[in-house]
């Protein structure tokens, strides 16, 4: 795992797909603790799954929001 993000809290909006996921995964991956957030409750357990599986990170939750 990469450590440039590490001791950075980052927030994604977006975070269950497309460009959002995958930011949100590269800076997982970089050692980032990262917020995402999503509107859906299925996909944002699902994206928070599959960052974890992807990264090895813990360091991942996501928020509920309709923006």
Same mark, same amino acid.
């Given at each position: 795992? =990469? ?14 797909? =497309?460009?959002?996921?995958?930011? !949100? ?12 957030? =999503? &509107?859906?409750?299925? &996909?944002?357990? !699902? !994206?928070?799954?599959?960052? &974890?599986?992807?990264? =090895?990170? !813990? ?9």
């Amino acid at each position: 795992m =990469g450590e440039q993000m590490r001791g950075k809290v980052v927030l994604v909006t977006g975070a269950t797909s =497309g460009i959002g996921y995958e930011t !949100a995964k590269a800076l997982a991956a970089m050692g980032a603790v990262v917020v995402g957030v =999503g &509107r859906n409750p299925e &996909r944002c357990a !699902a !994206a928070d799954r599959d960052i &974890r599986r992807a990264t =090895g990170s !813990a360091q991942i939750e996501f928020l509920l929001a309709d923006l």
